[in-house]
């Protein structure tokens, strides 16, 4: 079974996008379209990896990185 961060998108009532990476509690991001709220939760799930890794924290064991429905 791979193991992957999965990516939950939908589209907010006044036209925005946002993107939520619900394994990483607070990574989430708002984009004009899909591909920007998409792109901007990525980058910000790849900064908060980083950091736990720098402070010894415990990181998921992935496979992959990144699943978007």
């Known amino acids: 079974m791979s193991?992957?961060?999965a990516v939950?998108?939908?589209?907010?009532?006044d036209g925005r996008w946002i993107a939520?990476?619900?394994?990483?509690?607070?990574v989430l991001a708002y984009g004009?379209?899909?591909?920007e709220a998409l792109a901007r939760a990525e980058a910000l799930a790849?900064?908060?990896?980083?950091?736990r890794l720098e402070n010894g924290e415990i990181v998921?064991?992935?496979t992959a990185l990144f699943?978007?429905?």
């Open 8 to 13: 939950d998108i939908e589209r907010e009532e």
């Open 32 to 35: 004009k379209d899909r591909s």
């Open 46 to 51: 790849l900064r908060v990896l980083a950091e």
């Open 3 to 5: 193991k992957i961060l």
């Open 67 to 69: 699943a978007a429905a």
């Open 20 to 26: 939520e990476i619900p394994a990483l509690p607070g």
């Open 60 to 62: 998921p064991e992935l």
